[in-house]
């Protein structure tokens, strides 16, 4: 229960912290066309050019991807892991020419 309600929370405090940042300069598809973040192979997104900013939303649009995956993986009696691997290999192909993605060996390439 104690997992729940953390999870819960996060999730709030993520989407809240989110909504802050749509406010702001930087949203995840600009930062991807400047090739600032890209996608992983976790169904993570990863700074590929750190700053505060991208930092930020870096951390915003994970927390908000995990609290998705935690629910997919739930409704469907899977591990996360394997939500999180299907969701990056997915988020991988779909990603736009010039966009970053992130190979196996951690290192960025442009798509």
């Known amino acids: 229960m104690k997992k729940t309600l953390r999870t819960v929370v996060m999730t709030i405090m993520a989407l809240s912290f989110s909504m802050g940042l749509a406010l ?15 996608e992983r192979p976790d169904g ?8 505060a ?6 951390a915003a649009t994970n927390a908000e991807r995990l609290a998705k995956y935690q629910a997919i993986a739930a409704k469907n009696g899977t591990g996360l892991e394997q939500v999180k691997a299907l969701a990056g290999k997915k988020l991988i192909i779909s990603a736009k020419p010039g966009e970053y993605v992130q190979s196996a060996d951690g290192s960025w390439q442009q798509k």
């Open 24 to 38: 702001a300069a930087l949203s995840v598809d600009a930062a991807k066309s400047q090739g600032l973040v890209g």
């Open 53 to 58: 900013e991208v930092n930020a939303l870096v």
């Open 44 to 51: 993570m997104l990863g700074a590929v050019s750190a700053s």
